[in-house]
């Protein structure tokens, strides 16, 4: 009975994994494809100033490169989100080992569990006394 309890707690431990990342697949997915249309998103970025209460004190030398290494970041971001959507598959690659390394890790801990129980099964007997095998031992 103990193996079968094992062995449940494992499959429905592997169900939920799966369930968790075929969630996160697909959300994951969602994110990739829909990154190409906020591609627009990245011209807000011009128009950031400092605040109002804090240019007066930063000097005008700091403040003006800061401007304008944001407007130079523009067209960086704008590429960025651009290309994001080329990475759909790597994506479900990742997600896929992602699930394979959490899939055998799970297997193999219901084999060390089983593996487990069987010491534990052929040293303690069904009673839960040591068998006559451990007494004679001792």
Known sequence: MLYAITWIIVTSLLALWSLTVWALHTVALWVVSNAGAYSGAATGLETLRLPQWLTSWVPPEVAQPFTEML?????????????????AGGVSMGLWVLWAVG????????????GLTAIWR?????????????VMSS
């Open 71 to 87: 407007s130079d970041l523009v067209p960086l971001a704008d590429s960025l989100l651009h290309s994001v959507p080329a990475l």
């Open 122 to 134: 052929r040293n303690v007997g069904g009673s839960g006394l040591p068998t006559s095998r451990a």
């Open 103 to 114: 899939a055998a890790l799970l297997v193999l801990m219901g084999v060390v569990v089983h």
